[in-house]
Structures are given as C-alpha cells and as structure tokens.
C-alpha cells in the first residue's frame, strides 16, 4: 500500500500525559498537511510543512501542540499535557505541490 | 468568518437516482480550488474532484460532476446513479490562492436507499 499511513489509530491517555503521532506520507509527496475532526464537523487545518519546512500553523495549534518533518519525509504531531477538549480525530495529508491532498486513515485520540 | 456552507446536513437517495449535494463558498481570491470529499463511517477523507477558479468547464470523474457557478458562487456535486457505497458524509472544501491549506465545509451526510 503506497498511500498515507498513521500510527498509531486509536490513542487513549490520561489528561495531563503527552502523545505522540506519525504520519507517512505518498513518498513523493512534497506537501504534508495536519489536520483535526471533532465530531459531527469538518477537518479543521493545523499546520502544514513543505519538505521541511514548516509554512503555516493554525491559532488552533496551541503552545502544547508541536509538529515536525524533520527529514521532509514522515511528520510527527506531539500534544503535551492532554485535555479532554483534545479528543478527536487526527488526520495526517499529503500532495505534490498545489495538487489534491491524499488523505491517511486518522489517528483517534481519546482523552480521559 | 465560515468560507464554506454546506446546508444539507443530512440527504437521502434512492438507489440508482441521481443527487445534488449543496455547496456555497466566500472568498475574494480570484484564485481558488474548489474540493470534495467523501468520508465512510471508516474516517478515511477520500478525494472525490477538483475544480479550479478559472477553469472554464465544469469537473467531472467518472460519476461525479462539479456543477460550478462563479458569480453564485456555488459548487455543487452531483453523483448520478447512485450506489449503495455512495453512502457517507460528504465535504467541500476550498484552497485559496493555492496557499496549500483546506477550508472544509460541515459536510453533508447521504444515505443511498435500496
């Protein structure tokens, strides 16, 4: 399977702990997007890297919130210190340049 | 400000027939990409059609069609015979000035009837 993967699916923590989520991008891909769902909504943008680098990050991407692509190719997205209000579903996309972003099957994170 | 209306929270179809699922958008970009979605109960977002603020005929892929009208500013996806698979929510999204990001919608959901 050559498309967007994630890891891991499902995430349950304990308010306060840190997580930590990879996305893997369409190998050739030099855009690589984060995005998060609530339920009942639509994805919402958080940040986007192009290779490297990192171009734009949502207000939504709080103090705890972190993401990197360190070598332009897999991204992590790091949360510390949860909340509930941070349970949701965190989707990972990728695309060449101005092309259709491909989405990766989410990570599902719980926060009791 | 919300840039992207979807006003059809949930829409049925029988099997077969054809539907039209609304989408209404603000921007004042002159330069701006048009999407849709479709995302089964699974979560995965799949990329559905793309148009293009200054392409001249409306999009289509295979059963869907983009009917896109600038000065209304709308962006409607039709699926014609539709299919029990068809069933999902479905999202519209816009990319301004090829800044990269997505401004999604806040989906509709289609259920396709036998």
């Known amino acids: 399977d050559t498309g967007v993967s994630q890891d891991p699916r499902h995430k349950i923590t304990k308010r306060g702990q840190n997580v930590t989520f990879r996305c893997d991008p369409i190998?050739?891909?030099?855009?690589l997007y984060w995005y998060r769902q609530t339920l009942g909504q639509g994805p919402e943008f958080l940040t986007y890297?192009?290779?490297?680098?990192?171009?734009?990050k949502s207000r939504l991407l709080s103090d705890r919130f972190s993401a990197e692509r360190p070598k332009g190719s897999f991204s992590t997205l790091e949360i510390q210190r949860t909340e509930q209000g941070d349970s949701a579903m965190y989707l990972c996309?990728?695309?060449?340049?101005?092309?259709?972003?491909?989405f990766g099957p989410g990570t599902r994170l719980t926060v009791t | 400000a919300q840039k992207i209306t979807q006003t059809q929270p949930g829409m049925f179809v029988q099997e077969k027939e054809a539907v039209t699922l609304d989408c209404t958008y603000d921007t004042s970009d002159p330069s701006y990409g048009l999407f849709w979605y479709k995302q089964p109960s699974s979560g995965e977002m799949i990329f559905l059609i793309y148009?293009?603020?200054?392409?001249?005929q409306n999009a289509t892929e295979g059963r869907y069609s983009l009917n896109f009208q600038k000065a209304r500013k709308s962006a409607n996806l039709v699926i014609s015979a539709s299919q029990l698979g068809d069933s999902a929510m479905y999202f519209c999204?816009?990319?301004?000035?090829?800044?990269?990001?997505?401004?999604f919608g806040q989906g509709t959901e289609l259920s396709v009837k036998p």
């Open positions: 999204a816009m990319e301004e000035n090829q800044g990269g990001k997505l401004i």
């Open positions: 190998s050739e891909h030099n855009r």
């Open positions: 890297f192009q290779n490297e680098a990192q171009l734009e």
């Open positions: 996309a990728s695309s060449l340049l101005q092309e259709e972003q491909y």
């Open positions: 148009q293009g603020s200054y392409d001249q």
